[in-house]
């Protein structure tokens, strides 16, 4: 999800996600925070299993499998979430700068180096 400030339009949906999926199980397994907004568009029943309990016991008592889980959801996060959100984000930074020509703005990925040339 995509913020638009304070205009009529507050949100624009980046991703939206089928019926019987999950998400979020690559923040859960590398113990870091949502690097996006997510919100259900109706009620939905869910499980779930503590961030704590996955890292301290199974992944601790696993390893094997926890190699392999937390490959898994880094390749469909990177995939499927991060470079789909990231591709809308820069579009719409570039349809905002086509209609003003006083307002730029730039996105600059909180990991490239700023500091470098």
């Not at 199980?25 to 907004?37: L, M, N, R």
């Not at 008592?61 to 469909?76: D, F, N, Q, T």
């Not at 984000?89 to 730029?104: A, E, F, G, L, T």
């Amino acid at each position: 999800m995509m913020t638009q400030g304070l205009s009529k339009k507050q949100f624009q949906a980046g991703i939206i996600c089928d019926n019987n999926s999950y998400i979020c199980d690559y923040y859960i397994c590398f113990d870091i925070k949502s690097e996006f907004i997510y919100l259900a568009q109706k009620d939905v029943e869910a499980i779930s299993i503590s961030k704590q309990f996955l890292n301290d016991e199974i992944f601790v008592k696993y390893p094997k499998i926890a190699l392999k889980i937390k490959e898994g959801s880094e390749c469909r996060y990177m995939k499927n979430v991060r470079e789909v959100i990231m591709q809308k984000r820069q579009k719409h930074i570039v349809d905002i700068n086509k209609s003003s020509q006083y307002k730029q703005f730039k996105l600059i990925d909180k990991n490239d180096n700023v500091n470098e040339p």
